[in-house]
């Protein structure tokens, strides 16, 4: 069966970095966008970043462009967000995705998730 399992959560201080990590099994990677998306407390769990299945297009939410930055390894089967310059606001848990679409992307697999406490 089809799992995504994160990893490279933790507590980091407001302004500082973390990378998470996602490997995927049982899929085959190389055909399925890779994203990462995220619900903090209280709140609808919104889209933070996505990468097509050769990693030659990253998508990224404003909120998030120019600090965070989406790779993949596909011969490691596996996806990393790393996270720079963290606001205590993205606390939240983060979660890795593999999904596809010709016209409108369906995410179709989740990993269980991974927190993200930034403090201030």
């Known amino acids: 069966q089809v799992q995504l399992v994160e990893s490279g959560g933790g507590l980091v201080q407001a302004g500082g970095s973390l990378r998470l990590s996602c490997a995927a099994s049982?899929?085959?990677?190389?055909?399925?966008?890779m994203g990462w998306l995220r619900q903090a407390p209280g709140k609808e769990r919104e889209f933070v970043a996505r990468?097509?299945?050769?990693?030659?297009?990253?998508y990224y939410a404003m909120s998030v462009k120019g600090r965070f930055t989406i790779s993949r390894d596909n011969a490691k089967n596996t996806v990393y967000l790393q996270m720079n310059s963290l606001k205590p606001e993205e606390t939240a848990v983060y979660y890795c995705?593999?999904?596809?679409?010709?016209?409108?992307?369906?995410?179709?697999?989740w990993g269980q998730g991974t927190q993200v406490t930034v403090s201030s």
């Open positions: 049982g899929l085959s990677f190389s055909t399925y966008t």
């Open positions: 990468i097509s299945g050769a990693g030659g297009s990253t």
């Open positions: 995705a593999a999904g596809r679409g010709s016209t409108v992307l369906q995410w179709g697999y």
